[in-house]
């Protein structure tokens, strides 16, 4: 049983669907050495198999999911006795290598183990059952793609010691992600810590581990650099700047200013003035 499809590759969006489909391959199927240019990801059915990449080589097995990253070499081969059924999905787009990530599939960790998850099939046999429509395909087959993502993401089993690294540098940058996106507003560090779902301690301990700064001081400096930024490069008022980087209270947020930048903001203002004339 051999179901393929291969759409368009070069969609500069969020994510662009390359290829899909399901296989039974025979005990003599192979693929490479060979790179495409796209994220590839292979989820095995049933059966056996072999993976190849980076000077690596896996021993792939029924539950386990396995990533092709772009412009890298690879080669994957069906065992000889027991002959592995998969399917797979490929995409790009300028947040590919985010969606990898919430996967916690990278270059270090190109394989991991699932749970049981039928649903993984059902993207994939949903995004085959959508290849001949006329209207709206693009559509229907990017949401079975973010599917497939998610399924796959709850799927996981307990991560290895090594997966445990990637996950705590994950960790990171989805609080530096949570805080670029709402630092306007009147957050604080156990909000932060609540969307990603972990607690503030060990928070806090991720944030000295990865940027030697704790997330405090990250969400301090943050709205510090983007007031120096509105400060230069505006002609708002200091409390409109102020309830802009999340400070309620404009005498607090001058005390912060000058303890962190040396100056008061209004004089801040002042000396880029000059050293613009």
Sequence with gaps: MFKQCTISRYVNTDLNVTCYGRQACNNVHYWGPGIRDYYLIHYVISGKGT????????NIESRNAFLIEPNTLAYYAADKNDPWEYVWVGFNGINAKHYISQIY??????VLTC????ELENCIEDM???????????????????????????SIDKPTSNLQTDIGE????????YISNNY??????SDVAKYINITRAYLFRLFKKYLHTSPQ???INFRMERACELLSNSNFTVNHIARSVGYRDVLLFSKIFKKNIGVTPTEYRKNQSYKAY
């Design 51 to 58: 993976f190849q990449t980076k000077n690596k080589t896996y």
């Design 105 to 110: 599939l990278s270059s270090a960790c190109p």
């Design 115 to 118: 749970k049981v998850n039928n």
């Design 128 to 154: 085959l059952s959508y290849s001949h429509e006329q209207i709206g395909r693009d559509i229907i087959l990017l949401s079975c793609l973010y599917k497939f993502i998610y399924h796959l993401t709850k």
């Design 170 to 177: 994950k960790y990171v940058k989805d609080a530096a992600m």
């Design 184 to 189: 306007s507003s009147n957050i604080k560090i």
């Design 217 to 219: 001081e990250f969400l």
